[in-house]
């Protein structure tokens, strides 16, 4: 099973970035899909989830700015953010979970400036 993020970077606040995790090894398509987050000293948190019927859910932190989003014929799950700030600065990482089972990717940087 691999989960490869891709799309981090640095950006000004105010900006937008547009995250990607390619899936293999699993049947993507009965996996929910979460985001995290998890900036130097803090705990990781939920950022966005999608789960196998394309219902979403944000953090309140997030909600309005970022959208979550899968490609199922790609095995790919998405997080669109608009409008960064400084807070959302972080190592972001994808998450695939089943009932039975839990996968990790590498996580991507994601840096914005003042």
């Known amino acids: 099973v691999q989960l490869q993020a891709s799309g981090g970077g640095l950006v000004q606040a105010g900006g937008s970035l547009r995250l990607s995790c390619a899936a293999s090894g699993i049947i993507f398509s009965s996996f929910a899909m979460n985001w995290y987050r998890q900036a130097p000293g803090k705990q990781r948190d939920l950022v966005a989830t999608?789960?196998?019927?394309?219902?979403?859910d944000y953090a309140d932190a997030v909600k309005g700015r970022f959208t979550i989003s899968r490609d199922n014929a790609k095995n790919t799950v998405y997080l669109q953010m608009n409008s960064l700030k400084p807070e959302d600065t972080a190592v972001y990482y994808c998450?695939?979970?089943?009932?039975?089972?839990?996968?990790w990717g590498q996580g991507t940087q994601v840096t914005v400036s003042s």
């Open positions: 999608i789960t196998s019927g394309r219902s979403t």
């Open positions: 998450n695939a979970h089943h009932p039975i089972s839990d996968y």
